[in-house]
């Protein structure tokens, strides 16, 4: 006989649950006490319900597990909501348990109280409100079950206090399955059209392989890889697909899109077959006018949404299916396959690459003296940590310059908000991959900007021991923002500087207990990039000044094709 | 193109409001709503009317699908289909319009289901088109209040929406 509190966290842990966030509050107290009152399920306590949300957010990409957040009703429950849309954005696949009042004073603008139900229900997959503690299990196994299978992405669970009321036990069994019936996502491709799709692939003189975040998340990184090198095709990653592919491999043509590199978006744009794989044609991918949008390739979508599938780019071979089952079966069947790729056309479409790459888009131009650019560092931080790190990121150039500089190999290596591009999801996304691998490197590349929407866990971060490495690109300005008004709004830097007051981050840094080095020089940059990853057992936060008038490029021109770009200040396609 | 959808939903708290939100946080349209519960106490059977082109319609229907209370749909307008809806009017019958609203009403075979020496109330069932037809020959009559219930329907023949 267990009360509500205890059968939860019991439920949790029977779905193999080891690990949560959250922040405690009169809502939660009796479910904190069940907390209290064992040693199996282990609870991080954050500094703002938002970083717990991004923890197990980033605690699930890097791991494939679900991360799980408990927060208290009301101000904790909406404290939530950005980290849930940003899970929601990302198909990020999450369990959010909220407290509430209790049931006899729902409706009644109880203090404390908020329908989370209503407001999280456009930015979550599924919610449930717990109406009765013997649901309890059930509740728990249906919801996993919902944010893990089909295109994952985040539950809400809203508990009313009494609902976990100690003083009431009952029996507990945990179901071994979750029974939905109005639920049932894809478990395969359609064989005939995965094979048209082949056939189709295997005829193309100009082929190129698009995948996207689907593949990271799918773990279908190396069915993908092995059909790619089987073909001989181009591959490029979307932001959120990077890692997808190994990036060292010279089939890989970089990321594509917004600030994709010239030869992903010029190979995209020329292309007569594009193999869209957990991709979404992201307005970010397709620069926004998709009439534009590769004009000469048939469109091969591979996706396990089929609300994803012709949005906003018509796929000419729709596959609707996980990224496993496909690939598999797309590589059994070109295998299988009769049909002799055209070496010939492949070998000039190569060269016609090769060219495109000639023009070495992402090449680096040293400034003067010992000014720092802001991709030298990303550039040292992949040679210190051997191109082996979890590298999270926050939202802004530095997350283009992690982007396009540290050459991710592996899958869920790279975590960062593609979809809702939330600034200070950076921070605690680390805090969720640390405790997920406390002996790996993990560095969030961070702007200062966004950290400062998160700084509060610097003392998680403490409390915890945790050896993150904030990498802090300071150009003293919101320089995303600035970049487009300069770009876009002749010069006029409404609101985006703040240079005169701006935090002492070193300072900062040791006030929360942790070690903090600021980097002024290139001279001395590797250098002392080397000596803060070699501080094991301590978070430090590395404050780099680099050079503020830096502008992330390539860049998309607006309302263009893909293969308009600019390509610096004063050049464009 | 004006599109009937018919959903089998979970009769769970909260349901019916995951599919209307669908439809303003996408920026679709409702025209008509209906829903009530079915034989099955555990479903609602519910009846949307839209406008879109095809690809609107075919993102609405993917979109309602993956909401986890939709047990199962169909959109009634790919096929031949019985539509229906319920109206009652309440008109100014006064005088010589007392004949008048009669006769219309009658043509249209609606029945007059309640009576005041100013005024008849006048129940009528068909397509929402030819609700908009009666409405539209009552138009030199004074319309007190309409209320309609929204379309419902099934397709024609042997096809069956249910679990
Ligand atoms: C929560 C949130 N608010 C606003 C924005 C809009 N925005 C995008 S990038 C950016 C500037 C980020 O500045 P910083 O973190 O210093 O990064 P930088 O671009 O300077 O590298 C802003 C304000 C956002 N993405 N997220
Ligand atoms: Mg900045």
């Known amino acids: ?573 | 193109m004006r599109r009937i959808v018919s959903i089998l939903l979970e009769n769970q708290p909260g349901a019916l409001s995951r599919v209307v939100g669908l439809f303003s946080q996408r920026n679709y349209n409702i025209n008509s709503l209906t829903v009530a519960p079915t034989d099955d106490p555990t479903l609602s059977r519910l009846t949307i009317t839209t406008i879109g082109d095809d690809r609107k319609i075919e993102q609405i229907i993917k979109h309602l699908n993956k909401i986890v209370d939709v047990a199962k749909l169909v959109d009634l307008t790919e096929g031949s289909h019985i539509e229906r809806e319920l109206l009652l009017i309440k008109v100014k019958a006064t005088g010589a319009q007392r004949a008048e609203v009669k006769r219309v009403a009658d043509i249209f075979r609606g029945d007059v289901v309640d009576v005041t020496p100013t005024m008849y109330t006048i129940q009528l069932t068909g397509t929402s088109e030819k609700l908009d037809g009666f409405i539209q020959a009552l138009d030199g009559t004074t319309i007190l209040e309409v209320a309609r219930s929204g379309a419902s329907g099934v397709a024609r023949g042997e096809k069956i929406l249910s679990l």
């Open chain 1, 1 to 573: 006989m267990l009360s509500g509190g205890d059968m939860l966290i019991r439920a949790l842990h029977d779905e193999g649950v080891d690990l949560i966030f959250g922040y405690p509050g009169g809502a939660v107290l009796h479910i904190y006490d069940a907390i209290f009152n064992q040693d199996k399920v282990d609870h991080v306590l954050v500094r703002h319900e938002q970083a717990a949300t991004h923890a197990a957010d980033g605690y699930a990409r890097a791991t494939g597990r679900p991360g799980v957040v408990l927060v208290t009703s009301g101000p904790g429950a909406t404290n939530a909501i950005t980290g849930i849309a940003t899970a929601y954005m990302d198909s990020i696949p999450m369990v959010v348990i909220s407290g509430q009042v209790t049931r006899d004073s729902i409706g009644l603008d109880a203090f404390q109280e908020t329908d989370m139900i209503g407001v999280s229900r456009p930015v979550v997959k599924h919610s449930f409100m717990v109406q009765k503690a013997e649901d309890i299990p059930m509740v728990v196994k249906q919801a996993f079950h919902i944010a893990t299978s089909g295109r994952p992405g985040p539950v809400v669970i809203d508990i009313p206090k009494d609902v976990t009321d100690p003083g009431e036990t009952f029996p507990y069994e945990y179901p071994e399955t979750a029974k939905i019936r109005s639920y049932s996502p894809p478990t395969k491709g359609h064989s005939g059209q995965i094979k048209k799709a082949v056939e189709i692939l295997m005829n193309a003189k100009k082929p190129i392989i698009y995948s996207g975040g689907g593949v990271v998340m799918g773990d279908g990184a190396e069915l993908l890889t092995r059909l790619a090198q089987k073909l001989g095709y181009p591959v490029t990653n979307t932001l959120m697909g990077l890692g997808a592919y190994p990036a060292t491999d010279k089939q890989f043509v970089g990321m594509l899109g917004m600030h994709g590199t010239y030869e992903a978006n010029m190979s995209m744009n020329d292309a007569d077959v594009i193999l869209a794989i957990g991709a979404r044609f992201d307005d970010r991918v397709t620069n926004s006018d998709v009439s534009k949008f590769c004009p000469d390739a048939t469109i091969l979508h591979v996706d396990i949404d089929p609300a994803a599938i012709s949005k906003t780019v018509t796929a000419h071979v729709p596959i609707v299916g996980p990224v496993v089952p496909v690939l598999e079966e797309m590589l059994e069947q070109v295998n299988a396959s009769k049909v002799q790729i055209d070496e010939e056309a492949l070998a000039a479409w190569w060269k016609k690459i090769d060219h495109w790459r000639e023009r070495d888009s992402l090449a680096v131009t040293p400034a003067e003296g010992e000014v720092i650019k802001p991709q030298q560092v990303i550039q040292a931080l992949y040679k210190v940590t051997n191109g082996d790190a979890y590298i999270t990121s926050d939202v802004g150039q530095h997350q283009m310059f992690a982007a396009q500089y540290y050459h991710f190999d592996k899958p869920r290596r790279w975590i960062n908000s593609g979809g809702l591009g939330t600034m200070g999801f950076g921070l605690p996304a680390a805090v969720g991959v640390q405790l997920a691998f406390p002996d790996a490197i993990v560095a969030c590349v961070t702007g200062e900007g966004s950290i400062q929407m998160n700084i509060q866990e610097l003392a998680t971060c403490n409390q915890c021991a945790l050896p993150i490495k904030i990498v802090n690109l300071n150009n003293e300005a919101l320089g995303m923002v600035k970049q487009w008004q300069d770009m876009q709004y002749g010069g006029r830097h409404s609101h985006s500087t703040y240079a005169d007051s701006l935090p002492d981050f070193v300072a900062l840094a040791e006030s929360y207990g942790h070690v903090g080095i600021r980097i002024e020089k290139l001279s001395e940059l590797e250098e002392k990039m080397k000596e803060a990853f070699a501080i094991k057992d301590k978070l430090v936060f590395i404050d780099v000044c680099v050079d503020p008038n830096e502008h992330v490029y390539p860049m998309a021109i607006k309302g263009g094709a893909m293969s308009e770009m600019f390509l610096s200040k004063t050049e464009r396609t």
